[in-house]
């Protein structure tokens, strides 16, 4: 009930522009604290959930927990490490979306998939739109979402 929080709850979400983002945290956070940054420790609540063969849930964990991310990944290397067209150093990030992609399959037997289409921009030198297309679907943004 701080004054973070009322603001975040007027934006709702975060805007990117090409030149410039509004976030919907203060810089302060959205870009510093609440970032994941390779080899910068981060305070997180995590959830450890346990599935079964048929991917029912038989435990659920909330604990506390530090973050050190060792990388930042961009989707388009992500889908060339799913499509095999790239190495891997991530062992189970193939697994992982092999097991995401059967728990959307089965969440979106009573639900609605809402698919949207996002449109990227790109400016010239003088900072004028230049070109505009929409950003595809792939199955990192995909694994990401879910």
Not at 2 to 15: C, L, P, T, V, W
Not at 40 to 69: G, H, M, T, Y
Not at 75 to 99: G, H, M, N, T, V
Request: aromatic share 10%.
């Amino acid at each position: 009930y701080s004054a973070i929080d009322s603001e975040a709850k007027k934006r709702g979400f975060s805007i990117y522009f090409p030149h410039i983002s509004v976030p919907m945290l203060p810089r302060a956070l959205s870009e510093n604290i609440c970032s994941l940054k390779p080899d910068v420790p981060r305070l997180a609540f995590c959830f450890k959930i346990s599935l079964d063969a048929n991917n029912e849930v038989k435990k659920e964990e909330l604990f506390e927990a530090i973050i050190l991310s060792k990388r930042r990944f961009n989707y388009d290397e992500i889908d060339e490490i799913l499509e095999d067209k790239r190495a891997c150093e991530i062992s189970w990030i193939k697994p992982l979306f092999k097991l995401t992609t059967k728990l959307r399959k089965k969440r979106l037997l009573h639900a609605f998939d809402f698919r949207t289409k996002e449109l990227r921009m790109s400016l010239d030198e003088e900072g004028q739109i230049s070109q505009t297309r929409f950003e595809s679907d792939s199955d990192s943004h995909r694994l990401v979402e879910d």
